[in-house]
């Protein structure tokens, strides 16, 4: 089995990523192969809308995401860490996800099946300051609504998200042993997916 992690956290080592690293010990103790992939380090434009991906599923933009989308295409798993940022995914994370419409596009529009059928997960992993939004709303409503609709267009089962509330200064999940189980208990689990 091979996953794409995706770290959109500006910040190398914060909370959200120091998370996705636990997910991902018990990912690889089950014999998973894991790549992460910081979406900081790569240069990956935004989508321009010019609607040249409606003809056969590929976007044009010649930048990083024509490797990333392969590797997409072949992985068994994504992972997608995201601290909150009002709401929703950093800039750079939001790049990748508004240049995924090539994909949703060759699932949706075209009618092809990119991933063979293939039975794959998408896991969410996010940290937030507050615990609730505006007028107690869940905080973590935007980004969940998003990255269900990007596992959608990436072929991929939505399993449960690890999301954390209260989260307000850098190194603070590693305090939190009870989290910190709970993620290396969920890589140990989807390595057992499918």
């Known amino acids: 089995m091979q996953v794409l992690a995706f770290s959109a956290s500006p910040r190398r080592a914060g909370n959200t990523e120091f998370l996705l690293d636990r997910v991902i010990e018990g990912l690889e103790a089950g014999g998973v192969r894991v790549r992460k992939v910081r979406t900081h380090d790569l240069s990956i434009s935004p989508c321009t809308g010019c609607g040249e991906c409606e003809r056969n599923g590929v976007c044009v933009i010649d930048d990083d995401f024509r ?4 590797e997409l295409i072949s992985c068994d798993g994504i992972l997608f860490a995201a601290p909150l940022y009002f ?7 939001k790049a990748l996800i508004d240049r995924l419409q090539s994909f949703w596009v060759a699932r949706h529009r075209l009618g092809l099946d990119l991933f ?9 992993i996010s940290c937030s300051v507050q615990a609730f939004g505006p ?3 869940d905080v973590f409503r935007g980004i969940e609504d998003t990255m269900r609709y990007v596992f959608d267009a990436l072929g991929a089962e939505e ?5 954390v509330r209260k989260v307000d200064f850098l190194g603070g999940v ?9 993620a ?3 890589g140990g689990e989807l390595a057992r997916f499918g």
């Open 67 to 70: 490797a990333i989308s392969g």
């Open 174 to 182: 590693a305090g939190m042993p009870d989290v910190l189980l709970r």
């Open 184 to 186: 290396r208990r969920i």
């Open 159 to 163: 399993v449960e998200s690890l999301l």
């Open 135 to 137: 007028d107690g709303a």
């Open 116 to 124: 063979g059928g293939r039975k794959r997960f998408g896991l969410l």
């Open 87 to 93: 709401m929703n995914v950093p800039a750079r994370g």
